[in-house]
Structures are given as C-alpha cells and as structure tokens.
C-alpha cells in the first residue's frame, strides 16, 4: 500500500523541528479583523519538519496574522511534537469501510511490522482527542491525537499513510463544530490533507454544511503525490464512481494530489515558474493534463522565509553575528566551521556548502560526480545531507577522500544548517527541479552567494551576477557536472575580486525574501477563494 514509485516526502528523521525561534514574533498582537484562515499541513515548524513544507507552513501563519487575519492551524500530534498543549474535544470520526491491521513481528531480535487491509463488513470509525497548542504567542494549532496512527518514530513513510492522513484530514472537518470556529478558507497543503477538500465537497457541503468554507489546495512538490493502490477508495470510505479518469484514478491508483486538485476551489504552488513547469510533461509528473484542466484557477506564489527564525543578526548558533552592514565579521564564522569541520585553516580557500534532502531531486546526481574536480580546482566544500540510501551511500564513498577540503555529514542538523550558511562563501543548489527553494533564500540573508540550476524558484529568486550589476548569485543551465563545475569555476574567479564580490553578498543579504509580499499575495488568494465559494 506504500505509495508506488514515488515515495512519501520526508527524510527519514524524527521530523523534529529544529531551532525554537519561532515563538517570538514583535508585533503587538490586535485582534484580528481579517479573515478566518485554517491552515492545514503535515508538517509545521516548529512543531514538526522535514523539509521547506514545516518551514512554510510554520511561517506563513505568522505573516497572516500580521496582516489581520484569524489565522489557527492543525497538524497530526506526532511523536516529534514536543510543545505543551491542553485537550479542547475527543471526537468518533467515520473512516471508511475498510482498514489497516497491523501485526508486530519478532524475529531476531528485530520488531517486524506487517501491515495488511481488512474488510470488516461495516463502516468503521476512529476516536481523535484535539489538543490545543498556541504558536508564536498567539496562533492556535490543533493537534490531532491518535497514537496508533502519530505516535511513530517518522512523520511519514509508512504502508497505512493513506488511513493515517485520510483519518487527519476528515477529523479536521469533524472537529470545527467543536471548538466552535469555521474558517472562511481551508488552506490545505500537500496530499496529506488533500483529503480535507475533497470530502468538503462530496460529504458535507451537498447538506448545507460548511457550505460557505472555501478550499486552497497548495502544491508544494509534484513528486509527491500520494498515490495508493485501489483499496484506498474504501480506506477513505469514497464511493467507487470516483475511480476514474475524471475523478481520483490516475494510473490504475488512486490519487490524492488529483483529489486535492479536483475538489479545491483554488490551487498553487510555490512560485511561478514552478506553476507553469508543472502543466508541461517533463515537469508535471504525469499530472500535467490534470493540471492543464485545472489552469483556470491554478496560480503561483513564491515563499518567502520568516525574518525572526532566519536571522544572522540573532542566531545563537553562529560564532559571530551579522547583518548587512557588518558582513565582514563572518570571517569568524568561516574559521569556525573549518575548525569545526576539520578543513584547512584558509580564510582564501573558496567554501562552498551544500544542505539539502539527499534526493534526485536535489541535484546529486550532478553532485557527486563533481566533489572531485571542485576539490582539485582547490574549493573547500560542507556537505550536510540525508535522505535516499543510495546517495548517502555515494557521499561516504567520497567523504574521506580530502578531509582538508572536504566535509560530509549525514544527518539532519539545525545548527549545523545556520553553522553552513553563515560561514560558507557560496551555497550550491544544483537542482534537477525546484519548485521553489528555500536555501537559496536563507543562505543569501546569511551572506552565502547561492549557485543554482536555473529552474522553477530558483530562476525566480536568484539574480544572475555575471549577467546584472544588481545580481544576487549565479546561475547554470545544462544538468550536468560540467555545467555545475563551470559555474562554480566562474564564481570562483569572482570571489577573487573582494570588491565586487562583497558587493553581490550584499546585494543578496539586502534582498527581501520575507514573508510581507508573498502573504499579501496570499490574503488575495483566499479573497478569491471566498468569493467562488461563496458564489457557487
Ligand atoms: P525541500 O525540498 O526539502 O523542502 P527547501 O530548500 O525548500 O527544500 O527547504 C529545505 C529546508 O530544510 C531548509 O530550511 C534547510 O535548511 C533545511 N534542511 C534540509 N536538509 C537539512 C539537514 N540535513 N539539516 C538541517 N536542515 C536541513
């Protein structure tokens, strides 16, 4: 039952979020005039996170709230969640008319889990406990309470995933009645709480209920897509009518993504050339026809980074602080990390960094293949990584190969990440796609020149520095070593011109990445949504 071929987003870490900072916010709380907002996502920062998706979604609340809106948010309370929080409502949730049974193993020692779909003869249903958390001093966020789906070592990844976020999405729409707030928009993101549109629309707005509440369906990333075998339709107790092509059979499985895509009165994604990548087949991920159909009221808003979580000037992890003004002293940040690492003492030494999910996606395939000539070329280079087997296997290979020039380190590592961005002197992101990229962002406000394939968010965020007096970083086309190599050649020869290079670190710290515009484009959205649920 494992998502087929494409493998649920996550990393394979405890999805614990790192840094605590975003409890502080500065603006004085007023009550909010805006519209209610419930933001929903499987992972929220800094609640829980693998990925850009916990970052977003634990910053974006923020950024609503500071333009008026009621804004409160629901995740799934997993094992990783750590904050404290109070039981608001227990509540019998309708699953569907099958389920998951899952019979624990021993052998050798080793607990073996085997999951298989049962049909008990009638329809089934679940207790959630909601539990109330409060985020940067003044956003709600419910917690939904089910140990035997979230009580697990990994946010995702398991053969039950489509029960276990089924279950989340449905308890969402059963738990409004209880805490006796409905929102005018439902602001879904990725296939996790895909579901929450798609039984809006066929389970409780043909009663009247929820009639007014619109739904925003944001696509973070095609690759995951949350796709099923066919059982699924009976876990997520839809009615066989909807498998087919116009409904939620895609391939043979059945889709979450397209569910979201479907039953959502409006879709984006995360910047907007992602948005026109994804209608187009090498991007599309075989949904790009579904996408075509759906482009009326698909859009594209790039993210934006939070200021107080990301912010050089603040960050205790760092040797020493910074800001624009004062970008000479990340001197002190280089040394510390070489030292950390065990590179070679060289304020020259050209420091490149990498920070990423060890994934295709990510570039390692072009990667890896060119550690060795951007050694030679005598680069110093931070690698901090996890992810697929096969590319961490790839970066151990090579990792004692120059320890003076060469640092790999895989694991998930908060501090270490802002250790990376700010004593680096470039950051690579070589990206096969990228539908919008956080990295790039975060490393220029911490004065790390980015080096990015031009793709998706990134061509939309970084300014090419050999072409524009204002550029930000540099940029490559073609997805190979080569290309890679040659733009890291090319940057190279920039960084020994003090002069212009400091101008372009500056340039790119100075750049507003923050939330303020892209929230604002996001409060448009949700007008919109409004006014087509309304209308319809
Ligand atoms: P993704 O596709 O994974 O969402 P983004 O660039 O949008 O990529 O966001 C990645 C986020 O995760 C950034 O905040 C980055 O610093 C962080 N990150 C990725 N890998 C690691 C790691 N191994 N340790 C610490 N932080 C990481």
Redesign the pocket.
């Known amino acids: 039952m494992q998502e087929s071929g494409k493998r649920a987003r996550g ?1 394979g870490t405890s999805g614990k979020a ?1 840094s605590p900072r975003a409890e502080s916010i500065k603006e004085t709380p007023k009550a909010p005039s805006g519209p209610r907002i419930l933001v929903v996502s499987p992972e929220i920062v800094p609640l829980a ?5 916990g ?1 977003v979604a634990g910053s974006l609340p923020l950024a609503l709230a500071a333009l008026g809106c009621d804004v409160r948010v629901a995740m799934p309370l997993y094992k990783a969640v750590k904050v404290p929080s109070k039981p608001v409502a227990e509540l019998e949730v309708p699953l569907g008319r099958a389920l998951f049974e899952v019979a624990r193993e021993e052998r050798d020692g080793r607990v073996q889990e085997n999951y298989k779909v049962v049909y008990p003869g009638k329809d089934v249903s679940a207790r959630a406990v909601i539990r109330e958390a409060v985020l940067g001093g003044r956003i709600p966020a419910y917690l939904v309470d089910n140990p035997p789906f979230y009580d697990r070592d990994q946010l995702y990844g398991y053969p039950d995933d489509v029960a276990r976020f089924g279950f989340f999405s449905r308890t969402v729409l059963e738990m409004l009645d209880r805490i006796g707030w409905v929102p005018d928009v439902i602001h879904c993101n990725d296939w996790q709480s895909a579901m929450v549109p798609t039984y809006l629309r066929l389970f409780y707005k043909p009663s009247g209920r929820f009639s007014g509440v619109g739904t925003v369906f944001t696509i ?2 095609m690759e995951y897509q949350g796709n099923f075998d066919r059982s699924a339709i009976d876990i997520l107790g839809l009615g066989w009518e909807l498998f087919t092509m116009e409904g939620v059979e895609f391939w043979g499985q059945v889709s979450m993504m397209k569910a979201g895509i479907l039953y959502s009165d409006m879709v984006n994604t995360v910047s907007e050339g992602y948005s026109r990548e994804i209608q187009t087949p090498d991007f599309g991920g075989r949904m790009d026809g579904v996408l075509r159909a759906a482009s009326g009221k698909l859009r594209g808003i790039v ?1 934006g980074i939070d200021y107080d979580f990301w912010d050089p000037a603040r960050d205790t992890a760092l040797e020493s602080r910074f800001n624009a003004r004062s970008s000479g002293s990340r001197t002190a940040n280089k040394a510390a990390l070489q030292k950390e690492l065990g590179l070679k003492q060289d304020p020259d030494a050209f420091l490149l960094g990498f ?3 060890l994934s295709a ?2 570039g390692l395939d072009i990667l890896v293949p060119a550690v060795q000539d951007l050694l030679c070329m005598g680069c110093q280079l931070a690698v ?3 992810g697929d087997d096969y590319y961490m296997k790839q970066l151990s290979q090579v990792a004692g190969s120059d320890p003076e020039r060469l640092s790999v380190m895989l ?4 501090r ?2 802002r250790r990376i ?1 700010a004593g680096t002197d470039a950051f690579l ?1 070589p990206s096969r796609y ?7 962002m ?1 490393c220029g406000r911490y004065g790390s020149v980015p080096i990015v394939r031009r793709t998706g968010g990134l061509a939309d965020t970084v300014r090419d520095a050999i072409l524009y007096g204002d550029g930000t970083g540099f940029l490559f086309e073609d997805y190979t070593s080569d290309a890679l190599t040659e733009a890291v050649r090319k940057a190279g020869e920039v960084f020994r011109d003090r002069e212009r290079w400091t101008a372009i670190k500056v340039q790119g710290m100075e750049k507003d990445f923050s939330w303020k515009a892209s929230a604002a484009r996001y409060l448009e959205l949700y007008k919109e949504t409004m006014a087509r649920a309304r209308g319809k």
């Open positions: 990393r790192g996170k693998t990925g850009g998706l970052d973070h990333n993210n920070i990423g999910r996606q990510k901090l990584g996890t694991r998930f590592d908060d270490m990440a961005y992101m990228e539908p919008c990229g956080l990295g790039q975060i």
